[in-house]
């Protein structure tokens, strides 16, 4: 497992010495839908002779709800402060960009 992660800029203060730079995963997730959920875990707990007569009904009465997308991971967000030298350095980038993030050194 690599301990260096990509992070994507969501905010930067500048004081004029210190930068602060907030930053939240780079990760792409999949939404999954609150619907897809239900009718599976309503799935795992019917023995196969209920899931006959049940799966029908509980698929009609899902078809008429609105589709509800939630992420299915939660991001690490990180708070770093620099010297300004140092976020000169790097490049200056900004609110947007993505750098990478040595994790062990953290």
């Given amino acids: 497992m690599s301990a260096t992660n990509e992070f994507k800029i969501t905010q930067i203060v500048d004081n004029g010495q210190m930068i602060q730079l907030t930053l939240i995963e780079n990760v792409s997730t999949e939404p999954i839908s609150q619907k897809q959920m ?25 078809s008429a709800q609105p589709t509800v997308n939630i992420k299915s991971y939660q991001q690490t967000q990180i708070t770093m402060g620099m010297p300004k030298s140092r976020y000169d350095n790097m490049g ?13 050194k953290i």
């Fill in 38 to 62: 239900i009718i599976e875990n309503v799935s795992k707990k019917l023995d196969s002779e209920t899931k006959e007569q049940v799966m029908p009904l509980l698929e009609a009465i899902m």
């Fill in 92 to 104: 200056r980038p900004q609110v947007g960009s993505t750098i990478s993030v040595d994790l062990k």
